[in-house]
């Protein structure tokens, strides 16, 4: 027969390995949390090196009911590609700002630009950028108009932007401004003048 | 081009050709009444009973085309899914069984069911009100319905005066003994048969003596209604400029020796024409259903804004005697998509959207901004996202005329140019109106005395620059 002393023992040996395991377990969940935590709040893409410059970009004014261009100092590679990432995912840090001249929805940011051709470029956008973005005609107008007009003040040659939003066509930004066309710059250049 | 009328005679001979094959019995039809459109599935005899093909009663309103999975044939309509099952009586709508009335079948790849079964699909799948008026197969979605009331008036030049409650869209007239495809009536009986308008009656017959004009009836059969008069003497028919009125006189001696009938006697093959080119207004309450648009605090909504605005301009418009159509006249799905092919396949004289949103105050009118033009394809097609370059220029002086109405009103005004859907993929002048709520107050949005006076301000000016958008002032 087992002595009570060696029984009490062990009981309180695997007592002690079940408390544990619970632990570790807790512990681990907690750390991919964070993790996930981490990697949804970090940028998508990889942040890309380049050479500081001093840039104009155009931003939205809800208050009122304006686009004016600012100046920024932002690190911008020589890739043209990357370049106009960096350039359309700085506008969208302003917006993202606390406060924010032109709130935008959490999550919303820029995934990937391609050049389809030499002057036509397709800017993929995350979903939040879409299902959070405020509605209403001038609203997303304004987003949209803000982002064209700072990339081709700063990547020369683009004559063609239209937006994706997870990487698939949508007909509306938020209910409202066009994301089916492709948008021409120059016609933009004169869209931006009805937010002067 | 999407809204191009060269596919509309193959269309009709293939839907001929398809209801030869399938057995549709000849002339049977059922009619569907919808705040959008009307249209008319053929009605197929299996076994002595009345079927439809789902996929005739359904598509029209946005429903998927049936597609089989496992044993059970299943479509989609406003996120909600029907089952059927061949050889079974019951199907699954909504998550719920629902009784077809008699067995679904499945021919070629088309699953057909009951005639009854009609109405629990509609209902459900659109989560609203319909009416079934199931011996002469026509069924009203939502509150579509249209009356008339009869006005006779007796004397030397006795007239029978119709008056509808909506402005008429297509109105065929027959008589038993007239071949000659004008409204002068050569017999005792003239029949004027309504075919695309919802109208219900709760009149059967009403007797007015033994004149040139003695009775009328209203009756309704094979997807029809039809209002008949008779008399002792030929009929004239004579409809108002605003389609809302038909008034029926002893044909005049003058007229009926005249080489061609009086300017407002409508030849019937005449009648069809000038349907294409009636001038309406298509009002789009945008949003709607699932879509609500933006939110406002609470429980106001811009679907539901949009919805007030554009049945006050209805009724703004009709009082000017301009005829109006709703794309929507409840909280229903509508895709910008569709609201612009119904908008197009009419050939509307007009197309005004509202809308409803934030920053600012006042009411902002937008017309199109073509972020793309192109070159049409060829002369009679036009790029979907640039239709509205042909129209571009009406639409800014719809949008002008409305801005300086509205200034009139003592509103804040902004007339803007931009690319809002579906605008670009319009082909008739097309702007859109926008009511903001007066600072930091939306509640502002629901005030009915600043909405009538946005819908009356639109109507005004529409009536102002009518002629110069194609219509006649």
């Known amino acids: 027969m087992i002595p009570r002393h060696f029984q009490i023992t062990i009981a309180l040996v695997l007592l002690a390995i079940l408390i544990s395991g619970v632990v570790i377990i807790r ?17 998508v893409a990889p942040v890309v090196g380049g050479k500081q410059e001093h840039i104009q970009v155009l931003l939205a004014y809800d208050d009122d009911q304006a686009l004016r261009w600012r100046p920024a100092d932002v690190f911008l590679p020589a890739d043209r590609g990357l370049r106009a990432r960096e350039t359309l995912r700085y506008v969208l840090s302003q917006y993202l700002q606390t406060p924010s001249p032109h709130p935008l929805g959490k999550g919303s940011e820029i995934k990937d630009v391609y050049f389809i051709s030499d002057d036509t470029m397709i800017v993929d956008t995350t979903a939040p950028f879409a299902d959070g973005h405020p509605s209403g005609i001038l609203l997303e107008e304004m987003t949209l108009t803000s982002l064209i007009e700072t990339l081709t003040a700063n990547v020369p040659g683009i004559a063609k932007v239209k937006f994706l939003v997870d990487g698939k066509e949508r007909e509306t930004l938020a209910g409202h401004a066009d994301l089916m066309s492709f948008y021409q710059t120059a016609a933009v250049h004169e869209l931006a003048k009805e937010f002067e | 081009m999407r809204w191009s009328k060269p596919g509309i005679a193959p269309a009709a001979v293939a839907l001929f050709c398809a209801m030869a094959i399938a057995g549709a019995v000849p002339g049977q039809q059922l009619t569907v009444y919808t705040s959008q459109a009307s249209y008319s599935p053929p009605v197929f005899d299996r076994g002595g009973k009345p079927y439809i093909a789902v996929a005739d009663l359904l598509s029209p309103v946005g429903a998927s085309a049936p597609h089989l999975k496992g044993k059970e044939w299943r ?18 709508i909504r998550g719920q069984e629902a009784d077809l009335g008699g ?157 061609e009938p009086a300017p407002q006697s409508i030849p019937a093959t005449a009648e069809s024409q000038r349907r294409g080119s009636e001038f309406f207004v298509m009002i789009d309450p945008s949003h709607g259903g699932n879509d609500k648009g933006a939110s406002f605090g609470g429980k106001l909504v811009e679907k539901d804004i949009t919805l007030r605005l554009a049945r006050e301009l209805r009724k703004e418009l009709e009082e000017r005697g301009i005829a109006t159509r709703l794309l929507r006249d409840s909280d229903i799905d509508l895709s910008l998509e569709r609201r612009a092919e119904i908008t197009n396949e009419q050939h509307a004289g007009l197309y005004v959207a509202f809308h409803a949103g934030r920053p600012g105050k006042g009411v902002r009118v937008y017309a199109s901004f073509l972020t793309d033009p192109q070159q049409p394809l060829a002369s009679r097609f036009m790029p979907w996202e640039s239709a509205q370059s042909g129209a571009l220029g009406r639409s800014q002086i719809a949008a002008r005329a409305v801005s300086d109405e509205l200034r009139k009103k003592g509103l804040t005004v902004a007339n803007l140019a931009m690319p809002v859907r579906p605008l670009n993929n319009l082909a008739s002048p097309a702007i859109a109106v926008e009511l903001t709520p007066e600072i930091d107050d939306p509640q502002s949005l629901e005030n009915q005395k600043r909405q009538n006076s946005v819908a009356a301000a639109v109507a005004a000016a529409i009536a102002q620059v009518r002629s110069q958008l194609g219509g006649r002032p």
């Not at chain 2, 479509?75 to 699954?92: I, V």
């Not at chain 2, 629990?120 to 008339?148: A, C, E, K, W, Y």
């Open chain 2, 75 to 92: 479509l989609e309509l406003n996120k909600a899914e029907a089952r059927f099952t061949a050889g079974k009586d019951k199907a699954a």
């Open chain 1, 27 to 43: 512990i681990t969940h907690k750390e991919e949390a964070l993790t996930l935590q981490a990697a949804e709040a970090a940028p």
């Open chain 2, 103 to 259: 067995k679904a079948l499945v021919e070629d790849g088309r699953v057909m069911v009951p005639l009854a079964a009609a109405l629990p699909l509609l209902s459900r799948l659109l989560n609203t009100t319909v009416d079934f008026h199931q011996p002469s197969r026509r069924i009203f979605v939502g509150n579509v319905s249209m009356r008339f009331t009869a006005e006779f008036k007796d004397g030397d030049a006795p007239s029978l005066v119709l008056n509808f409650s909506q402005p008429l869209k297509l109105l065929d007239s027959s008589h038993e003994e007239d071949h000659s495809g004008l409204l002068l009536t050569h017999s005792n009986k003239t029949t004027l048969t309504f075919r695309k308008d919802p109208l219900v009656s709760d009149l059967n017959k009403q007797d007015f003596g033994a004149g040139a004009i003695q009775s009328l009836s209203f009756t309704e059969e094979n997807g029809t209604a039809s209002i008949t008069v008779t008399g002792n003497k030929p009929l004239q028919i004579i409809r108002s400029e605003d389609g809302k009125t038909v008034t029926l006189q002893p044909q005049a001696p003058a007229v009926a020796a005249a080489p």
